[in-house]
């Protein structure tokens, strides 16, 4: 996956609304196949799945949810949108050293 166009143009202030924000994005999501791995590391959004078509999938989930549910009855201004990104290929678990 990739990252959430807008949203360094968010304030400090709107942190709580974006954490809320993907809570339903989440729940959302989860009415479809999850994810095995996901995180997030600020705008970023990385998920992991055994198969992509099955990814892909997602993906286009994702695309079509996030505008819907970020626009301004649910707090943002205007509403995030998302650029994403494939990969496939072989993944290996591990943990970070660092």
């Known amino acids: 996956m990739r990252d959430l166009v807008g949203f360094s143009k968010l ?57 819907k549910l970020s626009a301004a009855e649910h707090g943002f201004a205007q509403p995030l949108n998302v650029r994403i990104s494939l990969h496939a290929g072989p993944v290996f678990e591990g943990v970070d050293p660092f």
């Open 11 to 67: 304030g400090e202030e709107r942190i709580p609304a974006y954490m809320d924000f993907l809570a339903r994005l989440k729940a959302h999501l989860a009415e479809g196949l999850e994810p095995p791995m996901i995180n997030t590391w600020g705008d970023a959004i990385v998920a992991v799945m055994p198969r992509a078509v099955d990814l892909a999938d997602y993906a286009l989930r994702l695309k079509e949810a996030v505008p």
